[in-house]
């Protein structure tokens, strides 16, 4: 059983790892990768945006770029975060000649909003993309501060994630699966199951039956190469921006992919970036489940340094800490975060 820092870990390379190992092949069909590469489970050199950059292999994307931010403000205040928190966060570190590189075009417009001045809970009004998995694949580290706090994780997500969508809407209803699904992976004694019924326990009707219908394809596929030719005749959106991108289609797919692997998380890396699709963001949510519960013990010591290597090589990127240092950071929040907690019960036990 992975211990609380290594599921920490866990999280966070299972997310970053797999998001660069399923963005050369983000929008492909599963039957393009298949034809290319038989099974991709390594990670390779891309270029995103006709920006001319070609990535080193490793390099991580515009969804891991907006968890950095969060990651920075979770362990600057050793803490939960508000949208302001973030928003500080934002202002700061966000390098100009970013735009274009690792972000969305829809974020620069947020950024500059932001600069405004304007409350931080309004800026998801000015985001045309909803129902978007823009915060889905990002909230991870919101999910890490309320570790075993599902509660917790679904009023932070709900309060963070207004930075990039309007409140209550249908992208921060999936967010909260998500953020539900690593609080209580975080758990002790948790597994995939009691992960699964947590995030049907706790999250809307809607998204919980979505998700069960998911988890049924699962049940009965073998193998992801089964499971991904069953989801072909649920989701096969096109003609319309960011069509393999909303966050049902992309969370109820990690879901599945999470029960498929049984939690092991370097299963789901190579599950979630032969899927096809958005597989990058496939990829950071089923592994970073995944690793909430099983931690890194599965994912290959050249996978974690060859991220690292990418990392310090980008002069793009929101934050040049290594894999192990976000983790370890965010867990040493976590436990600051405790000790508050202890305090004040202690000092209110007497009152």
Known sequence: ?????????????????????????????????????????????????????????????????????????????????????????????IKPESAGMVSEPFEATLLAMAKSGIPARDLGRYCDYAGLVSFSRSCHP????????????????????????????????????????????TSPGATVDSVLEAVISNTTRPVADEIRRGLALAERSRDFRELRAAFDDVYAGHGLPYAQSYANEVVTKGMAVFRLVGGDTRKAIVASVNFGRDTDCLASVAAGISGALTGAGSIPNEWI???????????????????????????????????????????????
Request: aromatic share 8%.
């Open 1 to 93: 059983m992975a211990n609380l820092a290594d599921k920490f870990l866990g999280c966070i390379a299972g997310c970053h790892i797999g998001s660069a190992m399923g963005a050369p092949v983000e929008g492909w069909p599963y039957q393009r990768i298949e034809a290319t590469y038989g099974t991709l489970d390594q990670l390779l050199p891309y270029e995103h945006y006709g920006n001319g950059w070609r990535r080193e292999p490793g390099t991580t994307e515009d969804g891991v770029e907006r968890q950095k931010l969060i990651i920075t403000a979770i362990i600057e205040k050793r803490d939960r975060v508000t949208a302001e928190d973030v928003r500080a966060i934002w202002l700061r570190d």
């Open 142 to 185: 919101v999910g890490l501060i309320n570790a075993g706090d599902v509660n917790g994780a679904i009023q932070d997500i709900l309060e963070v994630g207004q930075l990039y969508q309007v409140t209550n809407s249908r992208g921060l209803q999936w967010a909260a699966a998500v953020g539900i699904a690593i609080a209580a992976a």
């Open 305 to 351: 340094s060859q991220v690292d290597r990418a990392t310090a090589l980008s002069r793009f990127t929101n934050s040049q800490r290594t894999l192990r240092e976000s983790a370890d950071g965010l867990h040493k929040a976590f436990l600051a975060r405790l000790d508050k907690m202890e305090e004040y019960a202690r000092r209110m036990r007497h009152a």
